[in-house]
């Protein structure tokens, strides 16, 4: 295998000594700190590996291996060619949503952490969304309950309908937090397949979700707040006891 390869056939990163590392973390803070302090904003340009080098007084490797891993970080675009460079990237809730969803797993979060925090998520936006929800909204919302409707026998597209309508109140919120937090959660949460799904219990579940989407349109925040920690507290002892049984977990 060639020394440039590593075990899992990718290239290997480049070796940095203490100093050179620690002046790469420096950078790597400096431009960290100017985002967070808004010195500099999504589409301004930091420069070019020998830019960044030149103004950090550095080797050009120590300037390349803080942008790969600015890049890395999501913090930066890295374009080729004439005109190319690094820029500050614009925001990405999918890479951050992504990134923590792979943590959750590597930590071994068991499904009654996960749950419980889904819980504190959607019933925040269940009284956002009955708050802020737009026209629009309201209509998304209500597409997916003739949607929910016209599937109902159809397990698997009735579990993703389900899903898209948990989605759609947290994105009726408003608040962008609130729906990154849950997008991670998805990854470990939500089945891809609902075995356990009967019929009585879709059945239940599209009632549930009938009545939360009238709460949001009345404008009723405390009751869809409390509409909707009922529905997953049921959530959460469906998906504990059947993990505990070594079965797939239900959707809703």
Request: with cysteine; proline share 5%.
């Amino acid at each position: 295998m060639p020394a440039d390869i590593g075990p899992l056939g990718m290239a290997r990163a480049p070796m940095l000594s203490g100093r050179a590392a620690s002046l790469s973390s420096t950078i790597i803070a400096d431009v960290r700190r100017a985002v967070s302090e808004h010195r500099i904003k999504p589409g301004d340009t930091l420069g070019t590996e020998k830019d960044l080098a030149a103004r950090y007084d550095v080797s050009r490797i120590v300037a390349r291996d803080a942008l790969r891993s600015l890049e890395a970080l999501g913090v930066i675009e890295i374009r080729m060619g004439k005109g190319g460079g690094a820029r500050i990237a614009k925001g990405n809730p999918q890479l951050f949503a992504e990134a923590l969803a792979i943590q959750l797993d590597l930590t071994g979060i068991g499904p009654g952490e996960v749950i419980d925090a889904q819980r504190a998520i959607e019933c925040m936006a269940a009284e956002l969304a009955a708050e802020n929800a737009t026209p629009a909204d309201i209509a998304r919302i209500r597409q997916l309950l003739t949607e929910a409707e016209r599937t109902i026998a159809q397990r698997d597209e009735y579990t993703r309908v389900s899903k898209a309508f948990h989605f759609a109140v947290a994105e009726a919120s408003h608040n962008r937090v609130l729906v990154v937090q849950l997008i991670s959660l998805d990854h470990v949460a939500w089945p891809m397949r609902n075995t356990t799904l009967t019929p009585a219990v879709a059945r239940r579940v599209l009632d549930v979700h009938k009545e939360l989407a009238s709460l949001i349109e009345m404008r009723d925040p405390a009751g869809a707040r409390h509409l909707m920690d009922d529905h997953m507290r049921m959530i959460r002892s469906r998906r504990v006891s059947e993990r505990g049984k070594r079965e797939p977990p239900t959707c809703c």
